[in-house]
């Protein structure tokens, strides 16, 4: 039978699951580090290894009934480790792992969304499990202070409950998120422990290279000079992994036998260029050929509208105007 604390998981999208479990197996071994990175993160895992040690042995639990979570937040660039470290600390604590993903878990009907934040917490307690909330800002977002519109109240009241679980649950709590800076105040004291994810320099990107080749079945040819890549290429481990497969692919899908193929330098040029232009694609916005600064107070409205999930209505709204003037002066001249 189904356990009922995942009903509130499934709403109006059939089979899809808004929690998911994964069975933890990649170690810190498996991810390529900058130094001072893996520093924040040995600090880490000993507040986790030193929790029993502290508060129950040395007895500050019972002076300190509340706020035992080891609440950690990882923030940095996309594919710069942070999910691969998550799996990586609850592997070393022999737990599942249960990634939450705020985007699928927010719902259509008032109250639920709150709701659906305490289950997630119920179902981490009764599984002895660690809680990573995907893009975090999204939950953790600053409250607002007008309440004129529900959506606002229903942020607000997210924003509050997940305050309270964390006061009263004693697990281990993860946040990931690309834009720290949207965090409400009140969870900096909240959370134990802030690790800064850089991206990778010179030589942690020429290992990262490395590694996504298997050491006996992948056909390397002579020409590849991982060296040279990272180098040349300023790139995250997420965008090597992927510009690997685009090689692979490419190298896989040209003529002649299977055994005779192989994965020249060319390949992985081709690879990671085009995966970078790709994220410059989607880095692209209205503003970008505007040489002139917007005001402060555009910004922070901007910024406001963005946490609230207004920016796109108000960028279209603003590139539909400037279209239709443009139109206008064309049809005068």
């Known amino acids: 039978m189904a356990n009922p604390?995942?009903?509130?998981?499934?709403?109006l999208a059939g089979s899809r699951r808004t929690v998911e479990t994964v069975v933890p197996r990649r170690t810190?071994?498996?991810?390529?580090?900058?130094?001072?990175?893996?520093?924040?993160?040995?600090?880490a895992l000993v507040h986790v290894t030193s929790h029993e040690l502290i508060f129950n042995r040395w007895g500050l639990g019972e002076r300190h009934p509340t706020g035992l979570s080891l609440a950690f937040n990882f923030?940095?660039?996309?594919?710069?480790?942070?999910?691969?470290?998550a799996e990586a600390i609850a592997n070393a604590l022999g737990r599942r792992l249960l990634v939450v993903r705020y985007a699928e878990m927010e719902s259509l009907w008032m109250g639920q969304t709150p709701k659906n934040v305490a289950a997630v917490f119920r179902l981490a307690?009764?599984?002895n499990a660690v809680l990573l909330f995907d893009e975090a800002d999204s939950i953790a977002a600053r409250r607002s202070t007008s309440l004129e519109h529900g959506f606002l109240r229903e942020s607000n009241t997210v924003v509050n409950v997940l305050l309270k679980e964390l006061e009263t649950f004693n697990g281990v709590v993860i946040f990931a998120t690309n834009l720290a800076a949207n965090f409400d105040p009140a969870f900096e004291r909240r959370i134990r422990t802030h690790v800064l994810f850089e991206m990778p320099g010179v030589s942690e990107r020429e290992q990262i290279w490395r590694v996504q080749m298997h050491p006996r079945l992948t056909p390397l040819a002579p020409d590849v000079n991982f060296r040279v890549l990272a180098e040349q290429y300023e790139a995250s481990g997420g965008d090597i992994r992927n510009a690997v497969l685009k090689a692979a692919m490419a190298a896989a899908s040209e003529p002649g036998r299977d055994t005779a193929k192989e994965i020249h330098q060319r390949h992985l040029e081709e690879g990671i260029r085009e995966v970078l232009a790709a994220k410059k694609v989607m880095r692209q916005s209205l503003f970008d050929t505007q040489p002139t600064t917007l005001p402060s107070e555009t910004m922070r409205a901007l910024e406001t509208l963005s946490q609230r999930g207004?920016?796109?209505?108000?960028?279209?709204?603003?590139?539909?105007?400037?279209s239709i003037i443009a139109l206008i002066v064309t049809?005068?001249?």
């Open 5 to 11: 604390l995942l009903r509130v998981f499934t709403e």
């Open 28 to 43: 810190f071994d498996d991810v390529i580090l900058p130094p001072a990175t893996r520093r924040a993160l040995d600090q």
């Open 75 to 85: 923030a940095g660039p996309p594919g710069t480790g942070k999910t691969i470290c």
């Open 125 to 127: 307690r009764e599984e």
């Open 310 to 322: 207004w920016a796109p209505l108000v960028i279209g709204t603003i590139a539909l105007l400037l």
């Open 331 to 333: 049809l005068t001249r």
